[in-house]
């Protein structure tokens, strides 16, 4: 099935080779993740990580996720330890992200890590980027494709929309399962949880039979998505709100306001797992509509909705 876009490739065996060629040359690609579409090029590259940082306009002090295809090959670059094992063997291929402290003899380029001693790695489960970390012989640094602060990605056509035709190639792997990022778990000491995701806290101590602590404050930050702001969809956000203004888009949960004009649910099931999907895809849909302003209902803080929550959260700073 062809579309209107020059950049947007059909998954296939001869793109699939294109797209190898792309990354071994140093070039970015995009790619789907199971959470969101990502900007992905060669790990161990000055050149490509420095072409990552400059084409999102990102901070170079907000270190990139390194995504692998299985454990084998994070053994040069990473010191795993058994809680790491642990989770790796429940939840991966999958939307969680380890920090790890990273080797002194690593290939991954420091600029990648924020000039950290750790590193923030992943093992993503879409058929698509799998296929192209089996045969690539690097890792990839693979942030969100959008621009810094923005709404990322579920579907190839948002990242058209942020990047029109500066990335050669876009894969498309569908919309997004999830929607929203990885959970990202630190486990250099006594394991946190930096950014809350669809697998949850609860689900994280079951498995390590242990506490595991909230987001910390920290002076370095360790993961992505610990900036203040972050996630905008470039319109101010209103959250925790109980009444409509009557003019903006007003963004809830169930099904009470069907059919009403100004009103986006993210869930008519209430289900907080769809509701992570859609939030994003939702954000980018009012901005197109128009609107000046986002209001939101408030978004029950358990599971899914703890992520939910810490995204809107960030995109409604100022």
């Known amino acids: 099935m062809k579309n209107s876009y020059s950049n947007i490739f059909t998954f296939n065996k001869k793109n699939l080779k294109k797209t190898i060629n792309n990354l071994n040359k140093n070039n970015l690609v995009c790619l789907p993740t199971e959470t969101v579409y990502g900007l992905g090029g060669n790990a161990y590259s000055k050149t490509t990580i420095q072409k990552i940082f400059k084409l999102k306009g990102r901070p170079t002090s907000n270190p990139l996720i390194v995504h692998y295809y299985n454990l084998n090959d994070v053994i040069d670059d990473v010191i795993t330890n058994k809680l790491f094992k642990k989770l790796y063997k429940k939840f991966c291929p999958g939307p969680i992200t380890f920090i790890l402290k990273r080797k002194i003899s690593s290939k991954i380029h420091p600029l990648a890590c924020a000039k950290l001693n750790t590193v923030a790695i992943r093992f993503p489960k879409h058929k698509v980027t799998r296929s192209i970390l089996k045969k690539i012989n690097f890792p990839l640094a693979m942030p969100s494709a959008n621009r810094s602060n923005n709404v990322s990605p579920v579907i190839p056509a948002d990242v058209f929309d942020e990047f029109k035709k500066r990335i050669k190639i876009i894969l498309d792997g569908g919309k997004c399962k999830i929607g929203i990022e990885s959970t990202v778990v630190d486990l250099t000491n006594k394991p946190k949880i930096l950014r809350p995701g669809i697998i949850d806290k609860n689900s994280i101590e079951k498995i390590l039979k242990c506490k595991v602590t909230g ?32 003019v903006s888009a007003f963004i809830y949960l169930g099904f009470k306001h069907k059919g009403k004009k100004h009103f986006f649910s993210l869930s008519e099931k209430s289900s907080l797992n769809e509701a992570a999907s859609n939030l994003y895809e939702i954000y980018r849909l009012i901005k197109k509509k128009g609107y000046k302003k986002i209001q939101i209902s408030k978004i029950q803080n358990k599971g899914s909705g703890i992520a939910i929550n810490d995204r809107i959260k960030r995109s409604s700073k100022l």
């Not at 993961?223 to 996630?231: D, E, F, L, N, V």
């Open 215 to 246: 987001n910390l404050k920290t002076k370095n930050k360790r993961s992505p998505g610990m900036m203040k702001k972050h996630y905008s969809p470039g319109i101010p956000v209103l959250i925790n709100q109980k009444k409509h203004d009557g």
